[in-house]
C-alpha cells in the first residue's frame, strides 16, 4: 500500500483516469435514467393527460380448416411430429380472426373486432408446444372503433391460462401496456376450429 501511495507514476496515472472518467460523464450516460417530465416545483404550461386503465373481455375465433378459414398457413416447417397437431416447428400462419362479445358464432355473437397478424410454431419441444404470437387486435365497436392494440407474445396452446403482453396501441389505447389472460374455451378437431377467451388489462392515455 505505502510503496503504491508513493509512487509518483502511479498517482500520475490515477489522476489521469479521473480526469477520463469525469470527461465521459457528460451527455451519454449508461445505467441512469431521466425522468419523463420535469421534476421542478413549477406550474406545468400543459396539464398532462391522466393515466386511465381500462379491462375488456371477449372472444376471438381462429379456425385453419374448414370451408372458411380464418388462418391460413403460408410456410410449413419440415416434420417434426408435434403431437395432437397438424403442425410443426417453423410453421407460420396469417390471421383474421373475428372478435366477438360472447363465445356463439359469430352469426349470433356481436362482432366487436378482429385480430391481424401472424403466429408461428417457435418451439422445437414437442411436449412444450408454443407459438410467438403477434398480433393487432383491431377494435370495430363503440368508443373503440378504429383504435388498436397490439401483442407480442409467447402463447404455450396447451396451457390452461397464457400471459400475452400488450405493448402498445393506437387511438382511444395510445401509449397503452398492459397484458392479456389466454384460456382456450373450446376447441373442435374436426374443424380445427378453436374459441379463445380474452381477459386484457391494459394502462393508456
Ligand atoms: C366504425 O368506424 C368506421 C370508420 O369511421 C365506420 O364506417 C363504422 O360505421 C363505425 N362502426 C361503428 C359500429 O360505429
Ligand atoms: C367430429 O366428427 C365426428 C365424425 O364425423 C363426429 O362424430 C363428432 O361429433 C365431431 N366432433 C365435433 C366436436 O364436432
Known sequence: MASFQSNPFLLFLLSLMVVVASASGGEFTLGKEKPTRSTKKEKPTRSPKKE??????????????????????????????????????????????????????????????????????????SADTALLLTTNLVFTEGKYNGSTLSILARDAIFAPVRELPVVGGTGEFRLARGYALLKTHSFNTNSSNAVLDLDVHVMHY
Open 52 to 125: 386511465k386503465s381500462t379491462h375488456l373481455h371477449f372472444y376471438m375465433h381462429d379456425s385453419n380448416g374448414g370451408r372458411k378459414p380464418t388462418a391460413i398457413r403460408v410456410v410449413q416447417g419440415p416434420p417434426l411430429n408435434l403431437p395432437g397437431s397438424n403442425s410443426n416447428f417453423g410453421d407460420v400462419f396469417v390471421m383474421d380472426d373475428p372478435l366477438t362479445e360472447g363465445p356463439k358464432s359469430t352469426s349470433t355473437s356481436k362482432l366487436v373486432g378482429r385480430a391481424q397478424g401472424l403466429h408461428v410454431f417457435a418451439s422445437r419441444d
